[in-house]
């Protein structure tokens, strides 16, 4: 692959938040009056905006899915960003991509505020140009928008550019933004998910996508 500019989501595709994610979410379940002892159950909330999430999940209204959202920050923004962990192989194809003199972005449904401090503290932040998510009032949670905000903020070729994801949400952000898509199957997006949104790309290991531009 040829591009210039890459563009990755984060949770699934960099890196593997299941513990913080799910933890924080049953932390707010609770707290919601909801017991879900199987985090197991909880990981479908790992990829998609958390409004619409807890709102598609559990039927919650708007406030009280805003609500459910207050209640996971409290835990999230304190030790559940932390429970993660980089996926082997990250930090080699980073290093590589930089080396071959393209620019790289952090393209999240994750507030912004969250997605640096994670690229700071796990220190793959030096790899990217800039690191783009949405702001905690829910600003830019679509993919769709996120990616047009990028482009249009970075003024990037979208003939030079593809985003790489693990979840529907980042092809259909590719795709309505006119940019080339891969998709991973190492994350948490399923085979049957992913390959009905059509991606240009379709790598199942991490490994894979690293031969890819080589």
């Known amino acids: 692959m040829k591009y210039q500019n890459v563009l990755f989501?984060?949770?699934?595709?960099?890196?593997d938040p299941r513990e913080g994610i799910t933890r924080s979410i049953q932390y707010s379940l609770s707290k919601m009056g909801i017991d879900e002892p199987d985090l197991r159950k909880l990981e479908h909330f790992i990829g998609p905006p958390l409004l619409q999430a807890f709102m598609e999940f559990y039927s919650f209204s708007e406030a009280q899915a805003w609500e459910a959202v207050g209640f996971y920050r409290e835990r999230f923004s304190v030790t559940g960003l932390y429970e993660n962990r980089?996926?082997?192989?990250?930090?080699?194809?980073?290093?590589?991509?930089?080396?071959?003199?393209?620019q790289l972005?952090?393209?999240?449904?994750?507030?912004?505020?969250?997605?640096?401090e994670i690229a700071?503290?796990?220190?793959?932040?030096?790899?990217?140009?800039?690191?783009?998510?949405?702001?905690?009032?829910?600003?830019?949670?679509?993919k769709v928008e996120l990616i047009a905000h990028l482009m249009?903020?970075?003024?990037l070729d979208p003939t030079q550019t593809v985003m790489i994801g693990d979840r529907k949400h980042d092809l259909i952000g590719a795709s309505e933004n006119g940019l080339d898509a891969a998709a991973?199957?190492?994350?948490?997006?399923?085979?049957?998910?992913?390959?009905?949104?059509?991606?240009?790309?379709?790598?199942?290991?991490?490994?894979?996508?690293?031969?890819?531009f080589r």
């Open 9 to 15: 989501d984060l949770d699934g595709t960099l890196t």
């Open 86 to 102: 980089v996926f082997d192989g990250v930090t080699p194809l980073l290093e590589a991509l930089v080396g071959q003199d393209r």
């Open 152 to 155: 249009a903020e970075e003024r």
């Open 120 to 142: 700071r503290h796990f220190d793959f932040a030096k790899h990217f140009k800039v690191i783009y998510g949405s702001e905690l009032d829910g600003t830019r949670t679509n």
């Open 184 to 212: 991973v199957g190492y994350g948490f997006g399923s085979f049957e998910e992913l390959n009905s949104h059509a991606p240009t790309y379709h790598f199942e290991t991490l490994d894979e996508l690293h031969q890819a």
């Open 105 to 116: 972005y952090i393209a999240t449904s994750k507030p912004q505020i969250y997605a640096r």
